[in-house]
């Protein structure tokens, strides 16, 4: 009795203007059986228009289980009870016009179309992990660029992809995407300068004299740095500055030849002052000179003809650097006072000048 009267409010729904001639009674099984071809088709129409393929419909009237993956939602669609009154018995309940996803959302008739369509027309599916996070995408789309393009992902001129985005899609793999960043590195580069010696005739030969002093070089470089998956992946040089140029040091070498000292005569004898100051007086110095004379080897040997210096090996009245130098005044270098004084003037003369100029220097920098 219950469904005697469902069936004839459904009828009622349906026919609520006066039915045509040669229409059904409304109420009866075959009013009931015609709306119901009526909403099939108009079914038929809608899917039809959304590019459900054929295939795809008759499986669904058929009552076949079907289930679908989309994004990373599993769709189940599963077949209704015939309704009274249906020839075959395979209409498809589906309930409000949504399809029951596994974990509780819903997705709509035209997303499974959709998908249907796309698998249908060739698709392909494949995964793409950017920066760790992982989304699958089905597409149509004839390169891996396209297929990220239409999937809203977009992909930065220095960001890593381990595939070729001009290349097809790789169907069923997996494509990582590393996002980059840049930023810009200073680096400070030091070339250290050189040393050019050059010679002058005006410097005692062997003395070495500083002209120009060397200066490092110092360069600062500007990169721009970019890092993907903290690793390096590009450097690029944007900018260089010279804060200060590379001078090399100048150092004036000395070639002047000393003057031989005649061979001391006979006559010198006697305590070594004494002998100093006649060769002084001999060479035109006066008093002032020996006075500088005096204070100089006093403070080198003491005026002792034997002064050996353990540090330096110096030698004698003069401190000869080697004592041997002396043999140039006379082979009894080692012991006579006279050619030792000879010797140590003549040194004086060459390279200072006067004895003055010499105990002047060893004031200053403590040795002549």
Same mark, same amino acid.
């Given at each position: 009795? +219950?469904r005697?009267?469902?069936?004839?409010?459904t009828?009622?729904?349906?026919?609520e203007?006066?039915? $045509?001639?040669?229409?059904?009674?409304? *109420?009866t099984?075959?009013?009931l059986?015609? +709306?119901?071809?009526q909403?099939?088709?108009?079914?038929?129409?809608?899917? *039809?228009?959304?590019g459900?393929p054929?295939?795809?419909?008759?499986a669904?009237r *058929?009552?076949?289980?079907?289930?679908?993956v989309? #994004?990373t939602?599993a769709?189940a669609?599963? &077949?209704?009870?015939?309704?009274? *009154?249906?020839?075959?018995g395979?209409?498809?309940a =589906?309930?409000?016009?949504?399809?029951?996803?596994?974990? %509780?959302?819903?997705a709509?008739?035209? &997303?499974l @179309?959709?998908?249907?369509?796309?698998e249908?027309?060739g698709a392909s599916t494949f995964?793409?992990?950017?920066?760790?996070?992982?989304?699958?995408i089905?597409?149509?789309?004839?390169?891996?660029g396209?297929?990220?393009?239409?999937?809203g992902?977009?992909? #930065?001129?220095?960001?890593?992809?381990t595939?070729?985005l001009g $290349? $097809?899609?790789?169907?069923g &793999?997996t494509?990582?995407?590393l996002r980059a960043?840049?930023?810009?590195v200073t680096?400070?580069?030091?070339?250290?300068?050189g040393v050019?010696?050059?010679?002058d005739?005006s410097?005692?030969?062997?003395?070495?004299k500083?002209?120009?002093?060397g200066?490092d070089g110092v360069?600062?470089n500007?990169y721009?740095?970019v890092?993907?998956?903290d690793?390096?992946?590009?450097?690029?040089? =944007?900018?260089t =500055?010279v804060?200060s140029?590379?001078?090399d040091?100048?150092?004036?070498?000395?070639?002047?030849?000393?003057?031989?000292a005649?061979?001391?005569?006979?006559? /010198?004898s006697?305590?070594?002052? +004494?002998? #100093?100051? &006649?060769?002084?007086a001999a060479?035109?110095?006066?008093?002032?000179q020996?006075?500088?004379?005096?204070n100089?080897?006093?403070?080198?040997?003491?005026w002792?003809v034997?002064?050996d210096?353990p540090t330096?090996?110096a /030698? %004698?009245?003069?401190?000869?650097?080697?004592?041997?130098?002396? +043999?140039? @005044?006379?082979?009894d270098?080692?012991?006579?006072?006279?050619t030792q004084?000879?010797?140590?003037?003549g040194y004086i003369?060459g390279?200072?000048?006067?004895?003055?100029g010499a105990?002047s220097?060893?004031?200053?920098?403590?040795?002549?």
């Amino acid at each position: 009795m +219950a469904r005697h009267t469902a069936e004839r409010g459904t009828a009622a729904l349906l026919n609520e203007t006066t039915p $045509a001639a040669g229409a059904p009674a409304p *109420g009866t099984r075959r009013a009931l059986r015609l +709306a119901e071809e009526q909403r099939a088709a108009a079914a038929e129409e809608q899917r *039809g228009s959304i590019g459900l393929p054929g295939l795809a419909v008759k499986a669904m009237r *058929g009552g076949v289980l079907g289930a679908v993956v989309l #994004g990373t939602g599993a769709f189940a669609v599963t &077949q209704g009870p015939a309704q009274a *009154g249906t020839a075959d018995g395979t209409d498809l309940a =589906v309930e409000a016009g949504t399809l029951a996803l596994r974990d %509780g959302d819903t997705a709509s008739r035209s &997303q499974l @179309a959709g998908r249907l369509a796309l698998e249908a027309d060739g698709a392909s599916t494949f995964t793409v992990s950017v920066d760790g996070e992982a989304r699958k995408i089905t597409t149509t789309a004839a390169t891996l660029g396209e297929a990220l393009r239409e999937a809203g992902i977009v992909v #930065g001129g220095d960001d890593v992809v381990t595939a070729s985005l001009g $290349a $097809a899609v790789p169907d069923g &793999q997996t494509v990582e995407i590393l996002r980059a960043s840049a930023e810009h590195v200073t680096e400070e580069s030091v070339v250290k300068h050189g040393v050019v010696e050059k010679e002058d005739d005006s410097l005692p030969e062997g003395e070495r004299k500083v002209e120009t002093e060397g200066v490092d070089g110092v360069t600062t470089n500007t990169y721009r740095v970019v890092t993907a998956g903290d690793e390096e992946v590009s450097r690029e040089l =944007v900018a260089t =500055v010279v804060s200060s140029a590379k001078v090399d040091e100048v150092v004036l070498v000395g070639t002047k030849k000393a003057v031989e000292a005649p061979a001391p005569a006979a006559s /010198y004898s006697g305590d070594p002052r +004494a002998i #100093g100051r &006649q060769l002084a007086a001999a060479r035109g110095w006066g008093a002032d000179q020996f006075t500088c004379l005096d204070n100089l080897w006093t403070k080198e040997s003491n005026w002792s003809v034997t002064a050996d210096n353990p540090t330096s090996s110096a /030698y %004698g009245i003069p401190q000869a650097l080697p004592g041997s130098k002396m +043999a140039s @005044a006379g082979a009894d270098w080692a012991t006579n006072p006279a050619t030792q004084i000879t010797w140590g003037l003549g040194y004086i003369a060459g390279r200072y000048g006067t004895p003055c100029g010499a105990w002047s220097h060893s004031q200053s920098v403590g040795w002549y």
